[in-house]
């Protein structure tokens, strides 16, 4: 009897895990994101093929005979249609081989793959230091708002929201690495092959840049959604109940605030992804920026695809985590709909 009617029931369950709020959104958001990367690969694939000159031109040089371009053309299947040359590249992809790189000959995973590692850092690095500072900058503005302290960070944030990363980096480095003083090193000296982690003080100046810039997203969005959080019914009514200052601020307001500080996070790391390329030029990291700026000037074309498409599968997962996490910290969307 007991067996029946854990059958009967199970289908039930089935139903409501399948309307579940956060399974709905993770499986629509994954179907998004396949058709998404599905779209990128297509058109970096077309638009690397509209690029001027010849790849197998640009391999072998202005000394290349007819008969040797020839060659390499067949060998790099340049004379097949477009779609059959598309269909070679992603089908490789799909199985791990995103090709040789046309610059030096070696496979592209293994090029890219350290310098996914170095920019890693510089992202999550920058990514969990300017969350923790936004957030709590955020309440303390909030917690003192229309004072100094307030005003003093509103003015510094918006000040610094207007000045682009290179800027940033240039005023660092005038600040601790040559002009004023000589602590740290203004360009980075990661040897090929170490981890950035081997020397920390090569990190110091990009994590900060990124750090800078984008810190005041954070800050402001906490301090509007905790401002909004303080002047709410339920907060008021705490206060009267004689709760203490610190418990209202990070027990009743702040994690109702939260959903509005995950989304700028999100978008922050998206900003990290494309903001890093500026941020390792100047200071010379090797990473991943830096890694395409030299493909598209050697005009390496599957170091390009692969690099393009990383980044666009890093941007459909972070918004599928931005996502469900926004979920998640909102209460009364994360409960299952019944009927």
């Given at each position: 009897m007991s067996a029946a009617k854990t059958s009967a029931t199970l289908p039930a369950r089935l139903g409501v895990v399948r309307r579940h709020p956060i399974v709905m959104l993770v499986g629509r958001r994954l179907g998004q994101g396949?058709?998404?990367?599905?779209?990128?690969?297509?058109?970096?694939?077309?638009?690397?093929?509209?690029?001027?000159?010849?790849?197998?031109?640009?391999?072998?040089?202005?000394?290349?005979?007819?008969?040797r371009l020839h060659a390499l053309e067949l060998q790099l299947h340049l004379t097949d249609s477009v779609p059959h040359q598309y269909w070679l590249w992603v089908s490789g992809l799909v199985q791990g081989d995103p090709g040789t790189s046309l610059a030096n000959g070696a496979s592209v995973a293994s090029l890219v793959s350290g310098r996914l590692e170095n920019s890693a850092v510089l992202v999550v690095g920058a990514g969990v230091i300017s969350t923790f500072l936004g957030i709590v900058l955020g309440v303390v503005a909030a917690a003192r708002r229309?004072?100094?302290?307030?005003?003093?960070?509103?003015?510094?944030?918006?000040?610094?929201?207007?000045?682009?990363?290179?800027?940033?980096?240039?005023?660092l480095v005038t600040l601790f690495a040559t002009v004023l003083s000589r602590v740290l090193p203004a360009v980075s000296d990661i040897a090929p092959g170490t981890s950035p982690l081997s020397s920390i003080a090569s990190l110091i100046l990009p994590v900060a840049t990124l750090v800078l810039v984008t810190l005041p997203y954070i800050f402001r969005m906490t301090r509007a959604a905790m401002i909004d959080a303080l002047s709410s019914d339920y907060v008021e009514m705490?206060?009267?109940?004689?709760?203490?200052?610190?418990?209202?601020?990070?027990?009743?307001?702040?994690?109702?605030?939260?959903?509005?500080?995950?989304?700028?996070v999100g978008l922050n790391l998206l900003y990290l992804a494309g903001g890093i390329v500026v941020v390792e030029y100047v200071f010379n990291y090797p990473g991943i920026g830096q890694a395409l700026v030299a493909a598209v000037s050697d005009r390496d074309i599957?170091?390009?695809?692969?690099?393009?498409?990383?980044?666009?599968?890093?941007?459909?997962?972070?918004?599928?985590?931005?996502?469900?996490?926004?979920?998640?910290?909102?209460?009364?969307?994360?409960?299952?709909r019944s009927g």
């Open positions: 396949v058709l998404t990367l599905v779209a990128v690969s297509m058109l970096v694939f077309l638009a690397t093929q509209v690029l001027p000159g010849n790849a197998a031109y640009a391999v072998l040089g202005i000394t290349a005979t007819p008969a229309d004072g100094w302290l307030d005003n003093s960070l509103s003015v510094f944030a918006l000040v610094v929201t207007a000045l682009p990363e290179f800027v940033v980096a240039i005023i705490a206060e009267l109940q004689g709760l203490s200052r610190r418990r209202v601020l990070f027990i009743q307001a702040l994690p109702n605030a939260f959903p509005a500080a995950v989304q700028v599957p170091t390009i695809q692969f690099i393009v498409v990383v980044l666009a599968a890093f941007y459909v997962v972070v918004n599928i985590a931005t996502d469900v996490l926004s979920l998640v910290v909102t209460p009364r969307r994360r409960l299952p």
